[in-house]
């Protein structure tokens, strides 16, 4: 005789960078087990990749995880967590003073994710010139060949990241132009110009969260700002 199969609520989610609705299911024991092993590993690659293939697993809708920006991905994973394990969360804050490990409790519904300003995603060039932006995606980093923090790695995010060029006739599709013609119009950039683009990048919406901690080893105060989801994991 076959065992019962277990089914699973579903509850609403909402993509940060699109607005649009989905549907997800809590993790499994299975899925619960990879991710744990991952966290073990300590390895950005293991621990990102575990998360992707949880979030493409629960998720019933349709969609490529590597088409969403990295910030969908953190809160999409947070609020799995929240429906699958509990909204608190344990961390470890360490003491600027004596380096002693205090354990700390954070809700999740705390954790906020930074604003998307989608006026921050057009860019003026010049009079006439300018250009619009898109968030880096799973799919844009994992096709940089070089250091993201190398020139030839900001020069490939940028080409990856550029939506259209406009002037005042025309609206240039980025995919339609190619790569070569992307680089080249990047490259007769000046300074002033190209920094007004990279700026871009130090506006991108990111999961944060402050609080303050006394030391129980030797009761210094401390400030603790945990960036980024593998911070919530410390």
Do not use: W
């Amino acid at each position: 005789m076959a065992l019962p199969i277990m089914t699973a609520p579903r509850y609403p989610v909402t993509l940060p960078s699109t607005g649009a609705k989905y549907t997800m299911r809590p993790y499994l024991v299975k899925e619960e087990k990879a991710l744990l092993i991952a966290l073990e590993s300590q390895d950005p690659e293991q621990i990102s990749l575990s998360v992707r293939n949880i979030i493409s697993s629960c998720i019933d809708d349709d969609i490529d995880v590597n088409d969403l920006t990295v910030f969908d991905i953190e809160k999409l994973f947070l609020e799995l967590r929240a429906i699958s394990v509990g909204e608190s969360i344990s961390i470890s804050g360490k003491c600027t003073e004596c380096d002693e490990g205090t354990p700390l409790i954070i809700n999740i519904k705390d954790i906020e994710l930074s604003d998307l300003n989608r006026d921050a995603m057009v860019i003026q060039l010049g009079e006439d010139v300018g250009l619009t932006m898109k968030y880096p995606t799973l799919s844009i980093i994992n096709n940089i060949k070089k250091d993201v923090t190398s020139v030839e790695g900001v020069m490939e995010l940028i080409i990856g990241c550029i939506d259209t060029i406009y002037d005042s006739n025309n609206v240039y599709d980025a995919k339609d132009e190619g790569h070569e013609a992307i680089e080249n119009f990047v490259e007769s950039l000046n300074s002033k110009q190209f920094t007004k683009i990279q700026g871009f990048f130090g506006n991108t919406p990111s999961l944060s969260y402050d609080l303050e901690f006394e030391c129980g080893k030797c009761q210094h105060e401390n400030r603790l700002e945990l960036r980024g989801l593998q911070s919530f994991f410390i």
